[in-house]
């Protein structure tokens, strides 16, 4: 038996058992009559196994063609859902897993993604805040704004716009408790800073010494909490300066700015999908534009 039957033999077989006929197969599929019956006859060579016959009713499947019919019909699925995941990846839509740190994902990318689903109402976008790296390679996301240069080969990224980090505090804080004029005047107010020091807040703060976990009079390890706090007027914090927003003021600028270099990446697998090409570019081009 020839091993390698191709699925155009397949194809024609199920038409001409669903419909009766050579001529009904013909048209239901879009081929001649002659091409099924081609067909029909190389599967019955190849398989060793005859299976129509003619009687007046048109052609009548054989019981070999009867046990066929269930993992043939099991192939014709497969084979359409592999091509609507092929047209898919030339289509806007279906589902782009976006990975981003808390507070891009909740302050900077909403706008970005809104945008992109009026534009294209198809797309689905799931949204990852989360501080740890999502691992691209593993696909626990499709794309992602991360603060570090990616290091496998296999992902392709774009740098993007630095996000700069200042010392802020709210107005109604500053009117209570009055606005430090240098670092050493820091030391008399409330401090917000992080619980846990990490390898990146070693990292972020080597040219700040004043900024540690002893001097923080509220702590906290996630960036939306200490942006809440911030806000809430609890004291002097650390907050990225372009989600500062109305009531925060900046404090002590050529003591303290922090600038975190920004890429936006994803697998190098996923430029052919036009979903996640859109999205991809989305994002480079808002956080271009700062």
């Keep these: 038996m020839d091993e390698t039957i191709g699925w155009e033999l397949y194809r024609s077989f199920l038409g001409v058992l669903h419909e009766g006929s050579l001529s009904g197969a013909a048209r239901a599929l879009g081929l001649t009559q002659p091409t099924v019956g081609r067909h029909v006859a190389a599967l019955e060579q190849a398989l060793g196994q005859a299976l129509f016959t003619r009687s007046h ?25 592999l091509q ?73 990224a774009t740098r993007v716009a630095d996000m700069a980090v200042g010392l802020f505090a709210h107005q109604d804080y500053l009117a209570c408790h009055g606005r430090p004029a ?5 030391r008399g107010h409330a401090l917000i800073g992080f619980d846990v020091e990490t390898p990146f807040v070693r990292e972020a703060r080597r040219g700040f010494p004043f900024w540690t976990r002893e ?8 960036d939306l909490a200490q942006l809440a706090l ?32 920004a890429w936006v990446v994803m697998h ?17 081009a808002a956080l271009r534009a700062g």
């Design 84 to 156: 609507r995941v092929a047209r898919g990846f030339g289509e806007i839509r279906g589902a782009v897993r976006v990975s981003a740190s808390e507070v891009v994902a909740v302050e900077r990318l909403p706008p970005v993604l809104a945008a992109l689903r009026r534009a294209h109402p198809g797309l689905e976008i799931e949204l990852v805040p989360s501080n740890r790296l999502q691992d691209l390679v593993q696909r626990e996301a499709d794309v992602a704004v991360r603060m570090a240069a990616p290091q496998q080969e296999v992902l392709v």
């Design 215 to 222: 001097r923080f009079a509220l702590r906290c390890d996630s």
């Design 268 to 284: 190098g697998d996923l430029r052919a999908s036009a979903r996640c090409r859109v999205v991809y570019d989305a994002l480079v």
């Design 182 to 186: 240098t670092v050493d005047e820091l």
């Design 57 to 81: 009713a048109g052609l009548l499947p054989t019981e070999a063609a009867r046990a066929m019919q269930a993992p043939a019909e099991a192939m014709a699925s497969q084979a359409a859902a």
């Design 230 to 261: 911030i806000r809430a007027g609890a004291g002097i914090g650390a907050c990225q300066v372009g989600v500062a927003g109305p009531g925060l003021v900046r404090l002590l600028p050529e003591a303290f700015e922090l600038r975190l270099p």
